[in-house]
């Protein structure tokens, strides 16, 4: 009797692609590059099962240092793409990279329709609240007093609030982690791919280069001192008194998830094409 062979366990760096990352030297971006990595390898994923997708920025490099299947597309248009890949392929793990300016500003209407619509991806956004990629301008999620040489004095603008506007649109997962603890952000986002329906999680990523500041946040992160909760409006009062700097899963919810091929079958887009033919 011969035992039967198993497969070895698979480790991060075997999702990790041979193109190495260009980021500033000291960017968070590469403990969160680290981080999905990481979660790939605990949950055994195919990389041919696996898609990540991303917009515009410095995050959104991502898909390339990875051996999955990547699609790099334009400016906010990250979730667009996702959406209508899981929904056509809904066999595929789908995650989505992206950063505070590609996602909650040009990409923002996208991002409510995506929490609302609730289909069954993850959205990792690494937030530095700026664009580094332009070269330091302030972001969606910049606080109003950050005086740059790009906006002197401060933009006076009340930031977006990510967590907040994920829960009010239907997210089902929404969850923090920071870049300098990659094994607290891994776990984080095993339970993000887990969990069914759209998941949201914001890392916190400094920029070292535009925001050197921001190093500084090691020391003002905290685990969340309550448990996950699935009450909507639990979740919001925790967030809405949040310091910004809570790391951990906020919110669980239960919504159903967008069921996959609601708009038809093959045979069905195929006669639409034959009507429409020339």
Not at 9 to 24: G, L
Not at 31 to 40: C, E, W
Not at 136 to 164: H, K, Y
Not at 240 to 247: H, I, K, P, V
């Amino acid at each position: 009797m011969t035992a039967t062979a198993q497969a070895p366990r698979p480790k991060a760096s075997d999702y990790k692609s041979a193109t190495p990352p260009v980021w500033c030297p000291g960017c968070g971006d590469y403990t969160v590059l680290l981080s999905i990595i990481k979660a790939m390898a605990a949950l055994g994923l195919a990389p041919e099962k696996t898609a990540v997708v991303s917009g515009i920025g410095c995050s959104s490099r991502i898909p390339a240092y990875t051996k999955c299947y990547g699609f790099h597309g334009v400016h906010g248009r990250g979730l667009a793409l996702a959406t209508g890949l899981k929904v056509a392929r809904p066999d595929l793990t789908v995650l989505v990279a992206g950063g505070d300016g590609d996602g909650f500003s040009i990409g923002g209407n996208h991002f409510l329709h995506a929490c609302r619509r609730n289909v069954d991806l993850t959205y990792i956004v690494m937030d530095n609240q700026v664009y580094g990629m332009t070269k330091g301008q302030p972001s969606p999620t910049t606080e109003p007093d950050w005086d740059s040489a790009l906006s002197p004095g401060g933009t006076g603008i009340r930031p977006f609030q990510p967590l907040v506007i994920a829960l009010a649109s239907g997210a089902n997962f929404v969850g923090r982690g920071f870049s300098g603890d990659p094994n607290r952000t891994a776990k984080i986002l095993v339970e993000a791919i887990q969990h069914p329906g759209f998941s949201f999680v914001e890392i916190l990523s400094p920029c070292v280069t535009f925001r050197p500041e921001q190093r500084g946040w090691a020391d003002m992160v905290h685990p969340a001192q309550v448990e996950p909760t699935d009450d909507p409006s639990r979740a919001a009062r925790r967030i809405m008194t949040d310091d910004g700097f809570n790391l951990g899963v906020l919110y669980r919810g239960d919504r159903p998830v967008y069921a996959s091929g609601r708009a038809g079958t093959a045979e069905a887009a195929s006669v639409l094409e034959e009507e429409f033919a020339l």
